[in-house]
């Protein structure tokens, strides 16, 4: 039981309590729940890869964003990780292509623009003749400096853009913190 509330514990956003949780529900599972949960893991692990052209996850050699036709091939947003990509998708808004670069640009990580896939999106961009970039990536010192350098690399080739930061809805003004703020006012819009 400890050794399975231990691999539970390495999850991203896992803490104790909820390793040991998901630990008991688990071993109140019949035997073959366990097993069919079991392969799952091992055949998504062996499986699921990254689409040869957006890096997203995929068991396909394009993901199906990719391969969709009735996407917008003018448009590429650019996201950190696939995670950042599903939460546009959830949004049902966008409708064009993605690249997900496989993090942000951190030189106290040792992580520098070399290890993420900024050549392919470059390539890309020049070779499909591509109308717009969006850059989505976070409002951080890392999702700053990735987004600056991008734009410099980008702006030859195509329109660059960057989503607007602001205020969440539902929030309150006073309570939002003087960068939210100042976010806000940059990324105003028009009113019609």
């Given at each position: ?27 109140r599972q019949p035997e073959d729940a ?85 050549s392919n999106l470059v390539s890309r ?68």
């Amino acid at each position: 039981m400890a050794r399975l509330i231990d691999h539970f514990e390495r999850l991203p956003g896992i803490g104790p309590r909820t390793a040991q949780r998901l630990s008991l529900y688990l071993l109140r599972q019949p035997e073959d729940a366990i097993r069919s949960f079991a392969e799952a893991l091992v055949a998504a692990r062996s499986q699921v890869g990254q689409c040869q052209k957006c890096f997203h996850l995929s068991a396909e050699p394009l993901c199906d964003i990719c391969s969709n036709f009735a996407r917008d091939k003018e448009f590429i947003c650019v996201v950190a990780d696939s995670r950042d990509l599903l939460a546009l998708e959830r949004t049902r808004e966008y409708k064009g292509l993605y690249h997900v670069l496989g993090g942000l640009i951190s030189p106290m990580d040792g992580v520098g623009p070399e290890m993420l896939m900024i050549s392919n999106l470059v390539s890309r961009v020049d070779e499909d003749q591509i109308k717009e970039v969006i850059l989505a990536l976070t409002p951080s010192v890392e999702g700053d400096t990735t987004s600056l350098y991008l734009s410099r690399l980008l702006k030859p080739f195509t329109k660059v853009t960057r989503i607007a930061y602001g205020l969440p809805v539902g929030s309150e003004l006073e309570y939002a913190d003087e960068v939210t703020l100042s976010r806000a006012l940059e990324g105003r819009t028009t009113m019609d």
